[in-house]
């Protein structure tokens, strides 16, 4: 069963792209071009609830009422670096959209997150935020880039995801559980070091080509 708040997107092709994603021998630039493709159909889900208004319009023929979406422009906010890989394919589906920067990194000996950079438009009070990181772990990265958006006043937020663990969504959600998830695959576990497995590796090495 998925667990409370998660929103699973099971479509073929996200599956099948995942798949490819994972085994290690896919190539920096295909990583990259499938994670891009999958953002797009993930956030295609994530928006699906979208609140619209109509608009009169002319038509070359007459006058109608046709919807638009309402409110204000959508932020996305990746993380860094990792979270770079989700915001292509996002924007490729909101070309509009807003962008908030979170500069954190997990020290890999703590697993603490630790943040560089933080850049977000003013009022994001008005807006709908989608926070994206392709991997929620322990969920320490997540759960403070979210803690941060709040303290910038963003009050309906998102995440998107392409891998989870079952450690990594308790813990998000019990610290936000106003926060929808929307991921790829929940795995099976973490290891010793943090990562998730059976997992895909790191991902802003396999985004960056690094290691
Ligand atoms: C990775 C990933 C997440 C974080 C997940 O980033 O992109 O941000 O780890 O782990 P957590 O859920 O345990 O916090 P990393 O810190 O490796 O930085 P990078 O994206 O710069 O490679
Ligand atoms: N960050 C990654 O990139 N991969 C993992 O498995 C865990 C954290």
């Keep these: 069963m998925t667990p409370l708040g998660v929103t699973l997107i099971d479509h073929p092709l996200v599956q099948h792209k995942l798949t490819i994603m994972r085994m290690k021998d896919t190539s920096t630039k295909n990583f990259r071009q499938l994670l891009r493709e999958i953002a797009l159909l993930i956030g295609y889900e994530a928006t699906r609830d979208l609140e ?3 608009l009169e319009i002319e038509t070359p023929l007459q006058t109608m009422h046709s919807p638009m979406i ?14 770079m890989g989700l ?3 996002m924007l490729d589906l909101v070309p509009s959209a807003r962008v908030a920067h979170i500069g954190l990194y997990r020290d890999p000996a ?3 997150p630790v943040e560089y950079y933080f850049k977000a438009p003013e009022d994001l009070c008005d807006r709908l935020t989608i926070v994206l990181d392709p991997m929620l772990a322990t969920a320490n990265s997540a759960v403070a880039a979210v803690q941060r958006l709040k303290q910038r006043g963003a009050e309906n937020l998102r995440l998107v995801c392409l891998l989870a663990a079952p450690e990594g969504l308790a813990r998000f959600y019990a610290a936000h559980p106003d926060v929808r998830v929307y991921c790829a695959a929940i795995d099976e576990k973490l290891n010793d070091h943090g990562y998730i497995v059976p997992g895909l590796g790191d991902a802003g090495d396999r985004i960056y080509g690094t290691k």
């Design 70 to 83: 309402a409110g204000k422009k959508l932020v996305f906010a990746p993380i860094l670096r990792a979270g």
């Design 87 to 89: 915001l292509e394919g």
């Design 110 to 112: 703590t697993l603490e």
């Design 52 to 54: 619209l208004a109509s």
